[in-house]
Structures are given as structure tokens and as C-alpha cells.
């Protein structure tokens, strides 16, 4: 059964770090692509980065660029954002998720974990 599941959420202050995980079970990891997404209260969900199985390549939402970076642990089957110079404006819930492409439509992508909540403020 193909699971992922969040963690490393929590209340974090502006300009603070977060590192959240993405853990994934009855799949290979590399064969697949990886994406974080965010759900702000009130707002659609949106794509924050995207991991290409093929090549690793890595693509960020313009928001995030520069304080983001995706990384992925094959070995421990897990993928990692870490989040620096957190603003008020990342507070959302946090989804990692899985599809054939970062090209895919968001409702292309599966496996969708819980979720994990995502605090800036002081």
C-alpha cells in the first residue's frame, strides 16, 4: 500500500527554520515524483515544490525561492523541505504527495499524506 506521511510541523517565529519530512512506504521513492504542496486557510491549495523522478531535477514556487530547499533520502525513503527565513505567509497546512510528472495537474497527484501544520508568528 502506497503511504506518505508528513511530519516536523510546528509554531515557528518569522525568520525561523522548519525542516518537515515526508516518509514514504510500499513504493520506491526514486522511481516516483515527489511535490509539496500547502493548504493556507481560505486559500487553494498550491504546488511549493517538485522533485523529478528522472533526473532529480527540483522546481520551486516563485514564493518560495531562495528559502526553500527539497531534498530526498532514498535510503531512508524519505523527502525533506526545509523551510528557512519562515514568514507569516507560509502558515498553511503542509501535504507531500506523488504523481508521473511535475508537469501533472494537481488532481493527477496521489498518495496524498495528512498534512502538516505549518505556524509563523511571533
Known amino acids: 500500500q502506497v503511504q506518505l506521511v508528513e511530519s516536523g510541523g510546528g509554531l515557528v517565529q518569522p525568520g525561523g527554520s522548519l525542516r518537515l519530512s515526508c516518509a514514504a512506504s510500499g513504493f520506491t521513492l526514486d522511481y516516483y515524483t515527489i511535490a509539496w504542496f500547502r493548504q493556507a486557510p481560505g486559500k487553494e491549495r498550491e504546488g511549493v515544490s517538485c522533485?523529478?523522478?528522472?533526473?532529480?531535477?527540483?522546481r520551486y514556487v516563485d514564493s518560495v525561492k531562495g528559502r526553500f530547499t527539497m531534498s530526498r533520502d532514498n535510503a531512508k525513503k524519505t523527502v525533506y523541505l526545509q523551510m528557512n527565513t519562515l514568514k507569516a505567509e507560509d502558515t498553511a497546512v503542509y501535504y507531500c504527495a506523488t504523481a508521473r510528472s511535475c508537469d501533472s495537474a494537481q488532481d493527477e497527484f496521489g498518495s496524498w499524506g495528512q498534512g502538516t501544520q505549518v505556524t509563523v508568528s511571533s
Open positions: 522533485m523529478h523522478s528522472s533526473d532529480g531535477s527540483i
